[in-house]
């Protein structure tokens, strides 16, 4: 554990919501739990809330260790923090797993009351749009009726932007980065691919592996793996691997798999996620990054949906970032522009694809410090 500006042994809480939750595909959740966890204070004004909207893969640590023990901090350490530029001396910070995740929250590894047996592929498709009413009734359970900010990276600022729209009064300010206001087909079809790699996986038993007691570990590999290729750019690929071998040369290793230090990056990659992260969570969702259409309700007219948000905007895009390119983070620039909201558009030289949003960048970590020391005077 390093403890330089960090925020510590933090430890993870549970939300028990009884209230039924209604969702988009017209099911209903009876009940449901959120695991989350929280950093810095909440002042007696309760007006220094900040959300932060987790990715994909991501889930409710986003910084901070769980122990003395641990080595490798939350997701997003590198942001939050005493004097970070999600400052825990002035904010107060709240991160949780989604509904339909797999590290605490109601999904697909939880029981379904109904039934008494694990919800797997059983459990309803959730959308961005039930993450943020989800995330609403968590903010209630805390009292916070305005959040300062609501900042998420790739499907984090999907979910942020929804914020926006769905609850124009709740949030002041709305940071959205490295993400798109829908996906695009080529993103849909890698969603695809990791998906048939899960599900063409012998061991997926329609998605009831686990009470099969088995795992479909290779096709969540394969599906890994197929999307760490695509959040990094060729550059940081090369700089990373090259065309290096993992051990002798290819002229030594031609009765035998060459391999490629890429090659075993990945497969240590694919490796790892498969036991640390649930099939079924996978596909709901990519799935709920395939359905996102901030402009779904408003005639496909995006600039009509942001003509309904109160908030401040600040857009943020990596030059080098393909899944989530500058071009579609200047279509919610363009938009938020064409409906009159206030908005800052930064696009941060960086060689490291989509994972740039997660990584300490100069200058990406300049624009957010100066954005949120802005925000504090505004409202602190």
Not at 66 to 80: M, R, V
Not at 154 to 165: D, E, F, I, K
């Amino acid at each position: 554990m390093s403890e330089h500006n960090s925020v510590g042994i933090v430890s993870p809480q549970t939300a028990h919501f009884d209230a039924p939750l209604a969702l988009a595909c017209g099911k209903t959740l009876n009940e449901f739990d959120l695991v989350y966890e929280t950093y810095g204070e909440l002042n007696a004004e309760k007006t220094n809330a900040i959300l932060i909207c987790h990715a994909l893969s991501g889930h409710h640590h986003a910084a901070g260790y769980h122990s003395e023990s641990e080595t490798k901090p939350g997701w997003w350490d590198t942001c939050i923090g005493p004097g970070k530029p999600i400052d825990t001396n002035v904010y107060f910070v709240v991160s949780l797993n989604n509904l339909g995740g797999c590290h605490g929250s109601t999904g697909p590894t939880s029981i379904n009351p109904e039934t008494g047996k694990l919800w797997g592929p059983d459990f309803p498709q959730v959308r961005v749009a039930d993450w943020v009413n989800s995330q609403a009734a968590l903010a209630d359970r805390l009292g916070i009726d305005i959040w300062a900010a609501v900042i998420g990276g790739s499907l984090g600022g999907m979910q942020a932007m929804q914020w926006s729209v769905q609850y124009p009064e709740r949030l002041k300010y709305c940071l959205i980065i490295a993400s798109a206001m829908d996906l695009s087909a080529q993103n849909i079809a890698f969603n695809e691919i990791a998906r048939q790699a899960i599900q063409s996986d012998p061991n997926f038993c329609a998605g009831h592996y686990r009470e099969q007691d088995t795992n479909p570990s290779q096709g969540l590999a394969l599906a890994r793996m197929v999307g760490h290729v695509t959040y990094l750019s060729d550059d940081a690929m090369a700089n990373k691997f090259g065309r290096d071998i993992r051990s002798g040369s290819i002229e030594h290793n031609i009765d035998q798999e060459v391999e490629f230090q890429v090659e075993s990056y990945l497969r240590y990659q694919g490796s790892q996620f498969s036991t640390a992260f649930d099939a079924n969570t996978y596909i709901l969702m990519t799935r709920a990054l395939d359905y996102f259409d901030i402009a779904a309700d408003f005639n496909g007219d995006p600039v009509k949906a942001f003509a309904t948000t109160k908030a401040q905007f600040l857009v943020v895009s990596f030059s080098t970032d393909w899944r989530f390119s500058p071009r579609r983070s200047r279509e919610i620039t363009n938009a938020l522009i064409a409906a009159n909201r206030p908005v800052s558009y930064a696009e941060i030289e960086a060689a490291e694809g989509h994972d740039a949003f997660l990584m300490p960048i100069p200058r990406y970590l300049d624009v957010l410090k100066a954005y949120l020391g802005r925000i504090a005077e505004d409202l602190l």
